[in-house]
């Protein structure tokens, strides 16, 4: 198991008349990711409304902030419990016996254009054994044609742009991979959270985006970017691409700060906590169902239901 205390400090500065906050910065609750000591500071006294998406778990929330200051403060302890596979052994889902649910993540959505990758993705990868082994050369094409180099794109920038510019951070390595997979009729999706050993040259702890494809009737994390030790991430939601799952979405003039993230892990091998690390193991934290919703603490350490 893996145990990690996270820290989030948010801070803005509302102009006008106020502006509408949707946020994603809570750790999703699943069977395999477990929430607790969990604690929510908001520095206006405002009203908020958390919600819950069934499948994924992925937890919003909705706040109306007055002009001024808005401080926003997230801690929680997230324990890990992943899945581990032979790479050898997992297959890819023929389009007729995927799901309902996970049929929407062979489509071309806005900033995986997947349509318009066929034939790349038939000439680099069609002559590939199918399975995990053919993810992960997706993967690491990826990484070999893209560099990773900060503020070289923006909210704009889509799988195609990436493919074009060859340059790019960790949200657009995952919408390349994610498009190129969807080419290929292979589910995937995006997947946001926290990063965790991370290069310190690449700056401090942050958000980070990642991959999950489904194989073998199971989603498995793929980290294109190659920036973070995958079974350190944290998540907070699982979408389309990053227009489902942004951090942060603002209605309204505001100035951001920089966010302040902090990630530790627990060493406590005797009580079955151990640091994340680089495995040979596919790697899985399927959210297959997702657990009834539970309380989550606010400054005043009133309940806050959702």
């Given at each position: 198991m893996i145990r990690i205390e996270l820290q989030i400090d948010l801070q803005y500065e509302i102009d006008g008349a106020g502006a509408d906050f949707v946020f994603n910065i809570h750790a999703a609750q699943t069977p395999s990711q477990l929430v607790s000591a969990e604690k929510l500071t908001l520095s206006q006294s405002i009203p908020?409304?958390?919600?819950?998406?069934?499948?994924?778990g992925n937890r919003y929330m909705q706040v109306h902030a007055?002009?001024?200051?808005?401080?926003?403060?997230?801690?929680?302890?997230?324990?890990?419990?992943?899945?581990?596979?032979?790479?050898?052994?997992?297959?890819?889902?023929?389009?007729?016996?995927?799901?309902?649910?996970?049929?929407?993540?062979?489509?071309?959505?806005?900033?995986?254009?997947?349509?318009?990758?066929?034939?790349?993705?038939?000439?680099?990868?069609?002559?590939?054994?199918?399975?995990?082994?053919?993810?992960?050369?997706?993967?690491?094409?990826?990484?070999?044609?893209v560099t990773f180099t900060l503020n070289s794109t923006n909210t704009n920038t889509s799988a195609v742009d990436t493919l074009i510019q060859r340059v790019g951070v960790c949200r657009d390595f995952a919408h390349l991979m994610i498009a190129l997979c969807r080419a290929l009729n292979i589910p995937a999706r995006f997947a946001t959270g926290t990063d965790y050993g991370a290069d310190p040259t690449l700056g401090p702890s942050d958000f980070q985006a990642y991959v999950e494809v489904y194989l073998g009737h199971r989603w498995y994390i793929f980290d294109p970017s190659g920036t973070g030790i995958p079974?350190?991430?944290?998540?907070?939601?699982?979408?389309?691409?990053?227009?489902?799952?942004?951090?942060?979405?603002?209605?309204?003039?505001?100035?951001?700060?920089?966010?302040?993230?902090?990630?530790?892990?627990?060493?406590?091998?005797?009580?079955?906590?151990?640091?994340?690390?680089?495995?040979?193991?596919?790697?899985?934290?399927?959210t297959s169902t997702v657990p009834a919703a539970t309380e989550l603490t606010q400054g005043n350490d009133q309940p806050l239901l959702w």
């Open positions: 908020s409304r958390m919600y819950t998406t069934p499948i994924t007055a002009p001024g200051a808005l401080n926003l403060s997230y801690t929680a302890t997230i324990d890990l419990m992943h899945h581990f596979a032979d790479p050898t052994k997992i297959t890819e889902v023929p389009v007729r016996d995927m799901p309902p649910e996970v049929i929407g993540y062979i489509y071309p959505s806005r900033y995986c254009q997947s349509d318009r990758l066929i034939k790349l993705a038939n000439n680099e990868f069609g002559r590939l054994a199918q399975g995990y082994s053919r993810v992960q050369g997706i993967q690491e094409w990826v990484k070999r044609h079974m350190g991430f944290v998540r907070f939601g699982t979408g389309r691409d990053a227009a489902d799952v942004s951090f942060a979405t603002i209605f309204g003039g505001v100035r951001t700060h920089a966010a302040v993230i902090r990630a530790v892990a627990v060493d406590d091998p005797a009580n079955g906590m151990v640091l994340p690390h680089f495995c040979n193991e596919a790697l899985s934290t399927d």
